[in-house]
């Protein structure tokens, strides 16, 4: 426990070091602020790109409008960027061989990969936090109007993004290279993405909790249409952990 408490301590201040946490929290500072203007300045701009002379009636923007972009542009720009940024955080010291040491010290290698998903979950999700804490701060300035089931919308979309970081870990493990952790990754996202074509599969796949918040906003769906899809995800990354590990203990380091 103590390896575990002070590998994953050395794992966020080196995504400190390496500027990780910055940039990650950069992007989604950035995001969080677009998100209500966006939705505030839409109308606007789109009126600007008509004809002159020719008119067009716009709804007036609402809370649920800057939420709307939260939820496009997180999972557009937000993961993808963060996948990125972690996809070396197994291979990068497996090619450098600077786990040797480590290891022959006595560190577990259960703890290795449990410190570096403990310390990339940790940083996303301070990222996810401001960047959710200042569009809801900015669309309660602009708007007053409630939206229903925020909180389970939200909490889906931090639990797709742990998903896809565990997802990393095991592609790390199996490929030793940011690449093929990347690539891992998305074909994975990808398979989801094509499974949920299929209709009787919908309310089980993991997708769901990054692609229908906006339908459990607007009362389209409601937070039991997500259960079986929270459940899978909670599997799916409890399984990629495990698999990780299991196929770390055997690797050839």
């Excluded at 996810?128 to 409630?146: H, K």
């Excluded at 079986?228 to 990629?240: T, V």
Aim: hydrophobic content about 55%; overall charge positive.
């Amino acid at each position: 426990m103590n390896g575990l408490i002070a590998f994953t301590g050395k794992e966020l201040c080196e995504s400190f070091r390496t500027y990780k946490l910055i940039i990650l929290g950069i992007v989604f500072l950035l995001l969080g602020i677009m998100n209500p203007l966006s939705a505030k300045l839409m109308p606007e701009l789109m009126g600007s790109f008509l004809p002159e002379g020719m008119s067009m009636s716009l709804a007036e923007p609402a809370a649920i409008d800057s939420w709307m972009q939260f939820f496009k542009n997180v999972p557009q720009v937000g993961l993808i960027v963060m996948v990125i940024l972690f996809s070396t955080m197994l291979s990068g010291e497996l090619n450098r061989g600077t786990l040797v040491n480590m290891l022959t010290k006595g560190l577990s290698r259960s703890s290795v990969i449990l410190a570096k998903f403990i310390s990339a979950a940790v940083t996303f999700s301070a990222a996810y936090l401001l960047c959710f804490g200042v569009s809801f701060g900015y669309t309660v300035y602009y708007w007053s109007d409630p939206v229903s089931r925020l909180p389970l919308s939200i909490a889906a979309l931090w639990a797709f993004g742990i998903l896809l970081i565990a997802s990393l870990l095991l592609g790390g493990v199996l490929f030793r290279s940011g690449y093929g952790a990347l690539l891992f990754t998305g074909g994975f996202t990808v398979l989801l993405f094509l499974l949920n074509l299929i209709y009787d599969l919908k309310r089980f796949n993991p997708i769901r909790l990054a692609s229908d918040n906006v339908s459990l906003l607007n009362g389209q769906m409601t937070g039991s249409d997500f259960t079986a899809a929270f459940i899978i995800c909670g599997l799916l990354a409890a399984g990629f952990l495990l698999a990780a590990i299991a196929i770390f203990n055997r690797k050839q380091i």
